[in-house]
């Protein structure tokens, strides 16, 4: 299709004329009209600038939510091995113990006590004596002494 | 859905200080190992205080000559070391507590026993004879004294052993008692020099 701008404006001139003669001739019956050859071919405009379509951007699809599925558990099945448990430990004071009585008055013997005060911790050896005695160093020696009690030798 | 697994949690309680261990609804629990269970459900004796105490005492004995050696003589473990290795023992099998005197060459064992508190000497005895026994591999003879709160237990020779109960018998309490076998032994002992 090309454009001709005057062979264009010929024809619209043409048309404007017959639409003139068909008003002169209304208002008076049977006059015949002439037959309509005209064709009205589209005519292309250059395009503005801003309507011009842009370039083809490309829109990368989103990938899709990536949706961890954890394996499903272990089927529960009874144990065998059963660990201990032990509950918290409640570690009260030793409940005081009364000092052993006083010796004879011919000799003061004081008691030496030994004791853990809680099993998990150090021992404590109370000494409450003026006088102190040979201190056994190991509990065979203690045992030894206990048992050669009366003896001669 | 019921839960299949059974929880051992919280079931079996130690309360280490007072050496003694709990099962919900008892007043308290005691760990005996098989070969003591089996000792006890077979010796001729029965399992009457005595028989319990002296299956119990071998075991108790053994276990602390085990755990003191350490590739040397149990014996000469500290007293310290002793003492905090037997209550250790006594509480985790709930069966009490104990400490160690000395008056002098005398000794005393003031026990706080959980099982048999009422059989005294039925128990005592044999127990700390035995753990004694199992501990240095021969007998220390054992007599148990009244003292108000706690069982003592004197250990010393037999002829010690003697003079004590004829003091015992006296009325004289336990540390009095102690306190005189260390006297009148080395009293004994110097007018013999």
Redesign the interface.
């Known amino acids: 299709m090309t454009p001709d701008p005057e062979a264009k404006k010929a024809k619209l001139e043409a048309i404007l004329g017959r639409l003139r003669a068909n008003r002169t001739n209304l208002g008076h019956p049977g006059a015949a009209l002439p037959p309509s050859t005209d064709s009205v071919e589209p005519v292309t405009l250059p395009l503005h600038a801003a309507h011009r379509p842009g370039p083809a951007v490309a829109v990368a699809a989103a990938p899709a939510p990536l949706v961890e599925v954890a394996p499903p558990p272990p089927p529960l099945l009874p144990s065998t091995t059963v660990s201990p448990t032990v509950a918290p430990v409640s570690v009260a004071a030793a409940a005081p113990v009364p000092a052993p009585a006083p010796a004879e008055p011919e000799e003061e013997v004081r008691p030496q006590r030994i004791e853990a005060v809680a099993p998990v911790e150090a021992p404590v050896v109370r000494t409450s004596g003026a006088v102190v005695l040979h201190r056994p160093r190991t509990i065979g020696e203690l045992l030894g002494a206990a048992l050669r009690l009366f003896e001669k030798s | 859905m019921p839960e ?3 929880d ?12 003694r261990a709990g099962v919900p609804g008892a007043v308290g629990a005691v760990i005996l190992p098989v070969e003591v269970l089996e000792r006890i459900a077979t010796d001729g004796d029965g399992g009457g205080p005595a028989g319990v105490a002296r299956a119990l005492g071998e075991w108790l004995g053994a276990r602390l000559r085990e755990r ?1 050696a350490s590739g040397g ?12 290795a ?3 023992l006594l ?1 985790v099998h709930g069966l009490g ?12 064992i ?1 026990a706080e026993p959980t099982i048999f508190v009422k059989a005294g000497a039925a128990f005592l005895e044999p127990l700390f004879g035995s753990l ?1 026994h199992g501990f ?1 591999g021969h007998e ?1 003879p054992c007599l148990v004294l009244d003292a108000p ?2 069982s003592c237990v004197l ?3 037999p ?2 052993i003697r ?1 004590a109960a004829q003091l015992k018998s006296a009325g004289v ?4 008692i ?8 080395r009293a ?2 110097e007018g ?1 020099r």
């Open positions: 299949d697994r059974f051992p949690g919280g079931y079996l309680t130690f309360e280490l200080s007072r050496g003191l003589n149990a014996a000469d473990a500290s007293p310290e070391s002793f003492v905090s037997l209550n250790g509480a507590r104990a400490a160690l005197e000395t008056y002098g060459d005398a000794a005393l003031r004694f240095l220390v709160g706690a250990l010393g020779s002829a010690a003079r309490g336990p540390e009095t102690a306190t005189r076998l260390h006297q009148e032994s004994l002992r013999k």
